[in-house]
């Protein structure tokens, strides 16, 4: 089914690196690596199916990557995963009755506000580094929101990225590097189930599958070197420029 030419591999490799990178400072690599899986002639089921393996694969490089380097937060990422994992099953359940695409406005209108709010008011967004972050007994509406980014991560999953650097930033506090870490932490555990449905379903090719997993991996590695090292500045605006580019993305889609 997957034409793995020559020229097609090395655009699957170039997107699988380009994800990763851009996953793990920002959010919206599926960009990248969707539209290269469909090139190789996969049908849109297939090539989401298989992109789930190079999605699961990162998040564990990333914040295997994160943790090393003493920047993501055991005890945090688990009290964190309490109300997401119960808003996924509900939103997975809900998925089953309802399109997706009744929460694409959600979706536009909260990486809109994300883009004006790290324009305008930058620390709101992102605190500097040293900022104690906020419990959840401290922010108790964090609850909330939190199972509302599980509901639609089991719902829709697209963006979901970008929806939790909203809650983990300036409602938690966290700077951006540590919320970038536990980002990808929440965004590979929701990513489990959908995996599961898709092998279960026959839908995951596993030769382009594990050729794009190894080179998101080497993209999020270095999306793991460059956040260690660049001033958090740099950082948001990456972060901005993809926002950009997947709202512009998702209204041209339709």
Known sequence: MADLSPLNLFLLVVAGVGSGFMNTLAAGGSLLTLPALMLLGLP?????????????????????????AGKFEVKAASLLLAPTAVGAA?????????????LKPILLAAMVGMSLLMILRPASFSPPAGVIPKTLRERPDAILWLFLLGFYAGFAQAGVGFLALLILGPI?????????????????????????????????LWAPGAILAVATVVGSRLGVGYALKADERAIRWVLLACVLATVAAVIVKG
């Open 90 to 102: 509900g939103g997975s359940l809900l998925a089953s009755s309802l399109p997706a695409d009744l």
């Open 44 to 68: 849109a089921d297939y090539a989401n199916g298989t992109n789930r393996v190079s999605v699961l694969a990162q998040s564990i490089s990333t914040v295997l990557g994160f943790h090393e």
């Open 172 to 204: 938690l506090r966290y700077d951006l590097l540590r919320a970038n870490a536990l980002k990808i932490f929440l965004s590979g555990v929701f990513g489990i189930v959908p995996l599961g449905i898709f092998l279960l379903a026959g839908k995951v």
